[in-house]
């Protein structure tokens, strides 16, 4: 028999997985799709919904019987940006990044089998990178995913490589062993990139962040289209991403 703790327990988590759910290709919902979505009855869906939208996490969307999320979710991230010591820390050196390559940057941390995008800052040019704060993508066609990947110990690879690789494009890596061999040439160089593996019009690359005990943080990525690289850009933004990222890993502490 259930009790009343379990119960709550279980309505916490529910709940947690609607605000989850809740994306920048998806910033809509509705009652049916969330119960679909998350293999709940429409009853439950509906009453959760409901708890959220009185506690301020969703609002109801002008143009749609679907929901949004509510300004609830914005403070909760306010007081994450002001207190997290890792956003203070490398949001500073993402904005060079950007002032010196003109392109995109993110922050990235890994998210079980997913990145999440902690900061991004978007550079002069304009490019469809369909990416933003707190949004995720899957760790193994992305270069801040792969850097990340690399440097975690072995049982993490096992789980990651072990689960489904998705190809979202032609050039989509998703061999294990390939992989792997992948890995093993990032830990070598000391950073990623990624061609058109995530959207074949893009390209990214990324470099590892470490705490003072050696430990990977995070990854520093620059973003942008394909038909603005040209070689000796790709070899002048390499050189700035890994000054960045040794900048940012000093100023949390790593000495190398």
């Known amino acids: 028999m259930r009790s009343a703790t379990d119960n709550t327990l279980s309505s916490v988590t529910k709940a947690l997985r609607v605000l989850k759910i ?6 809509i919902w509705r009652v049916g799709e969330i119960a679909e979505k998350l293999v709940l009855s429409k009853s439950t869906a509906s009453r959760i919904v409901q708890t959220l939208l009185d506690e301020g996490f969703l609002v109801k969307d002008k143009n749609s019987p679907g929901y949004r999320l509510g300004s609830a979710t914005l ?34 941390i890994k ?11 978007i550079g002069p040019y304009y490019s469809d990178i369909q990416t933003q704060t707190g949004s995720n993508n899957p760790v193994h066609s992305t270069s801040s995913g792969k850097v990340l990947l690399a440097y975690s110990n ?26 792997r061999k992948q890995l093993k040439e990032i830990r ?16 990214s ?24 690289l040209t070689s000796k850009n790709k070899e002048r933004f390499i050189r700035l991403l890994m000054r960045a990222a040794t900048e940012a890993s000093e100023r949390l502490g790593y000495d190398g």
Request: proline content about 4%; charged content about 20%; some cysteine.
């Open 154 to 179: 072995e049982e993490t690879i096992d789980i990651i490589l072990g689960g489904e690789l998705k190809a979202y494009t032609e050039y989509t890596l998703t061999n294990p062993i390939k992989i």
């Open 188 to 203: 070598r160089r000391g950073y990623a990139y990624s061609e058109g593996e995530l959207k074949e019009e893009n390209y």
């Open 111 to 121: 998210n079980n089998r997913h990145v999440l995008y902690l900061n991004k800052q």
């Open 22 to 27: 809740f994306d920048s290709s998806t910033p």
């Open 205 to 228: 690359m990324a470099a590892p962040v470490f705490d003072f005990d050696g430990n990977i943080v995070c990854a520093i990525t620059i973003v942008g289209p394909l038909a603005r």
């Open 75 to 108: 403070a909760l991230g306010g007081h994450f940006v002001g207190e997290n010591e890792l956003y203070q820390e490398v949001a500073p050196v993402l904005n060079k990044v950007v002032l010196e390559t003109g392109e995109s940057a993110h922050i990235a």
